[in-house]
């Protein structure tokens, strides 16, 4: 007699897995999603009556719920992924895992959405489909469904459980929020360009243990129903019209932008693109940077045309797939109404979506005028999660980014600074060399009356010793060129291995 939680709950939304010809008397005819009965009958050892299926020399049982009309995927809208997640809370103490039956067109779009709206999950959720129906001659449905099943019910198979929503397709097994649609046609229709695969499926179902996650859930299973509409996802090409961009980004009702740059976060310099990208995000409308790139990851600031992006507000997506991107923003403005909290909160890990976190600790800007030789600055507002999540020990690097800078009133000149961190009294005559407050000395020179500057610090040697968010940091910069200057914004981005 198996155990109550010997089982598997599947979700059928419809899709090409469950599809046959819409006029059955002609197979040429287009293909629509048939009932869940009809792709339960084609498998093998499922048994009709009883409803469980027999894999291995394992009795697995199922539940089942099937959309009331199946639809392509095509057609899935927010409320679809709120109707799975709903789905799965209300089954989620009876059941070991789940699979989702979905169309391949918009799959890789609701695993990772259901990555970020389910809270506190710790069971697999194993979304999969096909690319030939199931009915069909070489069809790929069977050994998709079958083997989903089985990662679904890794306790009852005596296998690791993957406690986390991810996409099984062909032979390979990946993370949710790390996957994306590579061909419309291939058996091996998805890939993770920028994860490794979480187990591959031959003979034997392998899983590669050092990359799922590790559970901590002290918490039930949870639900975010309320997601964000307001949000667009634009690429960016040569010789697009600034004054398109500035209609698309500053539509009313707009919130937030997946903006799909090039290499590492790269996309035109010029006075008209940035202008319409400031306007937005003073316009409070979240700009994350995300690479057109099938793998690599955005670092904003590497090249001149990426930082004026970053000095306008624009936020780094890393290494997210815009599908995760995408679908992480709908989370996180649904949830939060306070934009720069929302911005701050979409840098970090929250599902295994990017490598790091990137946590930030936001200083105003400031000006020097003709008899100031030194300003000193607190934060604006505490590191987001940071009392909780941020820890030293987890510092891969960390950035001071000093951005927005005007020279006033000259056509020429230099901006020398030197920065020291916790020692607010820091002048010209302040020690330097040795000193373990200070962070750095830059200059720049440059024309007035042109693109503002940026100038940026690695200061990952003095975060670590001071910075451990118990306290409020200050930040002491010293004038040490004697011009006038300005600038828009300061804030020191940590880089964490968590």
């Not at 990426?306 to 997506?317: D, K, M, Y």
């Not at 300003?375 to 987001?384: D, G, Y």
């Amino acid at each position: 007699m198996n155990d109550q939680n010997d089982a598997v709950f599947i979700i059928y939304t419809g899709g090409t897995i469950g599809s046959l010809p819409k006029d059955k008397m002609d197979p040429d005819s287009p293909l629509v999603p048939q009932p869940l009965d009809v792709v339960m009958e084609m498998l093998p050892t499922y048994n009709k009556r009883d409803k469980n299926i027999i894999i291995g020399k394992k009795i697995i049982r199922l539940g089942f719920y099937s959309w009331e009309t199946p639809i392509d995927s095509s057609n899935i809208k927010l409320t679809d992924w709120i109707e799975i997640a709903k789905i799965i809370k209300a089954n989620y103490s009876s059941y070991d895992g789940f699979v989702v039956l979905h169309g391949t067109d918009t799959l890789a779009y609701t695993s990772s959405a259901l990555s970020f709206i389910l809270d506190n999950l710790s069971k697999p959720v194993v979304i999969t489909g096909a690319q030939k129906p199931i009915g069909e001659a070489r069809s790929d449905a069977v050994q998709n469904l079958i083997t989903s099943i089985e990662i679904a019910a890794a306790r009852t198979m005596g296998n690791e459980v993957v406690g986390e929503v991810c996409v099984f397709f062909r032979d390979e097994l990946y993370r949710g929020c790390r996957t994306s649609k590579l061909s419309a046609s291939s058996y091996s229709a998805f890939n993770s360009p920028n994860f490794p695969a979480l187990g591959i499926a031959g003979e034997h179902i392998v899983i590669n243990e050092k990359y799922v996650k590790k559970q901590q859930i002290v918490h039930s299973l949870q639900v975010s129903e309320k997601l964000e509409p307001n949000i667009a996802s634009m690429d960016i090409f040569p010789g697009m019209s600034s004054v398109l961009l500035n209609n698309m980004l500053n539509t009313e009702s707009l919130r937030g932008v997946v903006l799909q740059t090039f290499g590492t976060g790269n996309a035109p310099s010029t006075f008209e693109f940035l202008d319409a990208i400031k306007k937005a995000v003073e316009n409070n409308r979240m700009i994350v940077d995300v690479t057109q790139c099938r793998s690599g990851e955005v670092e904003l600031g590497l090249y001149d045309v990426s930082a004026g992006l970053l000095s306008r507000g624009v936020i780094s997506g890393m290494d997210m797939t815009p599908e995760a991107a995408l679908t992480k923003m709908f989370v996180i403005l649904g949830k939060e109404t306070d934009i720069e909290k929302a911005k701050d909160l979409m840098q970090l890990n929250l599902r295994g979506e990017q490598r790091q976190s990137i946590f930030n600790l936001h200083f105003p800007g400031n000006e020097f005028s003709d008899d100031s030789t030194s300003v000193c600055i607190q934060p604006i507002r505490p590191m987001v999660h940071g009392s909780d999540r941020y820890n030293p020990s987890f510092l891969d690097k960390a950035i001071l980014r000093i951005m927005g800078i005007k020279i006033q009133n000259m056509k020429r000149g230099n901006v020398d600074i030197a920065v020291f961190i916790d020692l607010p009294d820091a002048n010209e005559q302040t020690k330097q060399e040795g000193n373990p407050h200070f962070i750095g000395r830059k200059m720049k020179s440059w024309t007035s009356g042109g693109d503002s500057e940026s100038i940026f610090f690695d200061v990952t040697k003095q975060v670590k010793e001071f910075v451990d968010n118990r306290h409020e940091n200050s930040l002491t910069i010293v004038n040490m060129g004697g011009f006038p200057f300005q600038w828009d914004l300061t804030n020191i981005a940590f880089f964490a291995d968590c």
